[in-house]
């Protein structure tokens, strides 16, 4: 007879190992932290490697930089493409 192979349940993954300091500086990240940065691209960087992570993050420009805040995530319900609504005009004779 076969070996049957065992089937384990309710085993969290983990996350690949970070690769990125955006990434690791993401996991680390809670609600209210901010990290300037000297360059805009950098800040765009780690605001990426938060919504990858099902979190939000909100760039300002200040003090000669750019400061990005993590802020409460709020998954969107519907797609802005899905809201918009098609206008059919109809030709008055």
Avoid: W
């Avoid at 983990?14 to 955006?22: C, G, I, Q, T, V």
């Avoid at 209210?32 to 940065?37: A, K, L, M, Q």
């Avoid at 992570?53 to 420009?61: D, L, S, T, V, Y």
């Avoid at 993590?70 to 008055?92: F, N, T, W």
Wanted: aromatic letters at 8%; glycine letters at 6%; hydrophobic letters at 35%.
């Amino acid at each position: 007879m076969k070996d049957r192979l065992k089937i384990d349940k309710g085993i969290e993954m983990p996350m690949r190992a970070s690769k990125s300091k955006y990434r690791d500086a993401a996991t680390r990240m809670c609600v209210g932290d901010s990290v300037f940065f000297g360059q805009r691209n950098e800040a765009m960087q780690l605001q990426a490697a938060l919504r990858k992570m099902k979190k939000a993050g909100a760039i300002r420009e200040m003090q000669g930089g750019f400061r990005l805040f993590c802020v409460e995530y709020q998954p969107r319900k519907y797609r802005l493409r899905d809201k918009r609504i098609k206008h059919h005009s109809a030709v008055e004779e």
